[in-house]
Every structure is written in structure tokens, then in C-alpha cells.
């Protein structure tokens, strides 16, 4: 994704009544007390504009008390190591954290010294199992930024070792909590139909096309129709992609990716009492409550077989792109 595409999300994502400001200002704002034995937070990659607002949430002075406490007291930078739109936001992201308190460390295993859970932040995928691998070890419940991975083999291998080492783990973007969707699975159009979804999908040559950035369509889609894909279609060009899942049960579900275009999230689900438009994102809010209710209990809010099958969605749309739009059925 490139800077401009992150500017305009983070536009739309900020959080009224916290700004960042000098040194000074945000000494008065963020962070005041210690946090509490067991509330501990550390972050892994500031190549993200996440590890910012994530700790702006959780560091404030009146941070929302639902958040159980829990405050980032430590991040390590290191996230891509060779994405450059990922790497130049590094300096202005560490800057940024340490006016909100955070501790800056040279390796994860300083941080892991320090923190009781962790939020995994880098934002590629391909070294996500590599920097998971000592948090497991660890025994410390960690949040897994999307995408998860940049594979579905690696996504396996996440959670092997997560229960090998027995230790929670999630993954998740924050559209799966937008509010239109979470009204959705709580039944308020009956059981669900289908669903049409889009969201923005520029790409990265590092990453398959969807796990990039249309990820965040994938995961609307998969929170309103769940798990039991089987075949996967996908219809590309320059500025357009369409990709048509067909579940187990003969459910239809579709995801519209704009390459080139408006930016935006939304769709409708179909239902057995009404249609249901999905509306935009609006805040990080939503995720953070989820993330901080996961380091408190230890229960994960997404289903580990559906986050697995979303990676196999994301590599069947691009097989079926190399064969020109044929159908391919999921390997999961």
C-alpha cells in the first residue's frame, strides 16, 4: 500500500479528543502511571501506523476502562526488512511512541524481558512466524496484525506452534468489528444468505495480490458468511477484482477489490428477514476492546480454522487468476 493509501485510512481512522502534539503535550496526555504486573504490552514492528494509534488508545490518561488496564510499556522497530513503504515509517513511528512512554528495544527478546503479552505489528506478512516463534516460547498471548502471514503454509505453522507451545493467539483487521457486521452475526437478518463486499486492494510484489491489503474484504466476508468455502473464482483487470467464493452449503459470497478507484469498505449481507448494508470503517475502537478482552482472558474472538481458510480463499483467487479466471477449489 502506498503512503497516500495509508494517509487517507488514517484519516478516516482517527480517534476524536487524543492528538499527538510536543513532547510536553503528550506528557500531560498519555501514560501517567505504570502499568500494573501482568498488563504489560509490548509491540513487534513500527513499520505500521497501528503500533501508533493502538498505543495513542491504550496509553491515554483516560484510556476507555474496558481496555482492563493494559498499557504498551515496549516495542521493538524491526518489522520488514526490505518493504519500503513499510520501512520509511519506521523513524516517524518510533518518534512517535516514545513521546507516548513506550521503551525502545534492540531485539525481541529484550522486550519479551519486559512485557506480559504482545501485539505482533509488522506490517509484512512474510516474517510474522519468525518473529511469532519467541513470543510462543515465552508462553505470551500475542495479537497477530493482518495478514497473518504472507501464506497459508505459514499460517498453518502459526498455529501449530501456538498449540504446541499452548499458547492463544488471533488474528484479525478491524473491519471483521465494525459495528453493520457484528449487528449481522448477531442475527439481526437471520441466518445469513450471502454477502457482497469491497474494500480497497492496492498490492505489494512481496505478497500474494489479496493478502496485501484486500485482506480486509476477505475478513467482512468471512465474518459474515464464516467458514465452509469451497471454490474460489476470480475476474481481474487493471483497476477491478472480483472474486466469488461458493461455500460448502451453496451459499454465494463475493469480494470486489479496487485496485484503482474511491477508497472505501462496505457491501450488503442477504438474509432470511431483510438485507443489511455494511457500512465503512470508523474507528480502531472496536479491535482494541477485542484485543485487550483476548490478553485478559486468554479467548480468542476469530476462530483459528476460519482465519486459516481465509488465507486459502486469498492463494485460490490467485491461482485462479493464473488460469484466467477458472474456478479453484480451496486447499485447506
Not at 35 to 53: F, N, P
Not at 303 to 326: C, L, N, R, V, Y
Request: hydrophobic share 40%; net charge positive.
Amino acid at each position: 500500500m502506498t503512503a497516500y493509501d495509508r494517509r487517507k485510512f488514517l484519516r478516516t481512522a482517527a480517534i476524536t479528543g487524543v492528538g499527538l502534539g510536543l513532547v510536553g503535550r503528550a506528557g500531560s496526555l498519555f501514560a501517567g502511571t505504570p502499568a500494573e504486573a501482568g498488563k504489560r504490552v509490548g509491540i513487534i514492528g513500527l513499520d505500521t501506523s497501528h503500533s501508533v494509534e493502538f498505543t495513542k488508545m491504550l496509553n491515554a490518561q483516560n484510556a476507555d476502562p474496558s481496555y482492563h488496564g493494559f498499557k504498551v510499556v515496549a516495542a521493538y522497530p524491526q518489522g520488514s526488512k526490505d518493504i519500503a513503504s513499510s520501512l520509511e515509517m519506521v523513524p516517524g513511528n518510533l518518534a512517535k511512541v516514545k513521546e507516548l512512554g513506550v521503551e525502545i528495544v534492540d531485539s525481541i527478546a529484550a522486550l519479551l524481558e519486559k512485557v506480559d503479552v504482545v501485539l505482533l505489528e509488522s506490517n509484512d506478512g512474510r516474517v510474522h512466524l519468525e518473529q511469532a516463534l519467541p513470543v510462543f516460547k515465552a508462553g505470551k498471548k500475542v495479537f497477530i496484525d493482518k495478514p497473518i502471514a504472507a501464506s497459508l503454509a505459514d499460517t498453518k505453522a502459526i498455529f501449530k506452534a501456538a498449540e504446541k507451545y499452548k499458547v492463544p493467539v488471533f488474528s484479525s483487521s478491524a473491519l471483521r468489528f465494525i459495528d453493520s457486521i457484528q449487528q449481522v452475526k448477531q442475527g439481526k437478518i437471520g441466518k445469513v444468505a450471502g454477502a457482497d463486499v469491497y474494500t480497497p486492494s492496492p498490492t505489494e510484489k512481496t505478497h500474494p495480490d489479496l493478502f496485501w491489503y484486500g485482506i480486509h474484504g476477505v475478513e467482512m466476508l468471512f465474518a459474515l458468511m464464516g467458514a465452509g468455502c469451497r471454490k474460489v473464482t476470480r475476474t481481474t483487470s487493471e483497476d477491478m477484482d472480483q472474486v466469488t467464493g461458493v461455500w460448502a452449503d451453496g451459499r454465494i459470497g463475493t469480494l470486489r477489490g479496487v485496485i484503482k478507484g474511491p477508497y472505501g469498505f462496505g457491501g450488503h449481507a442477504f438474509g432470511e428477514k431483510g438485507i443489511m448494508p455494511i457500512g465503512d470503517f470508523s474507528s480502531y475502537q472496536p479491535l482494541v476492546l477485542q484485543i485487550t478482552s483476548f490478553f485478559q482472558t486468554g479467548i480468542v474472538p476469530v476462530d483459528p480454522q476460519e482465519t486459516i481458510e481465509m488465507m486459502a480463499f486469498m492463494e485460490a483467487a490467485d491461482a485462479s487468476k493464473k488460469k484466467k479466471g477458472a474456478p479453484v477449489m480451496m486447499n485447506v
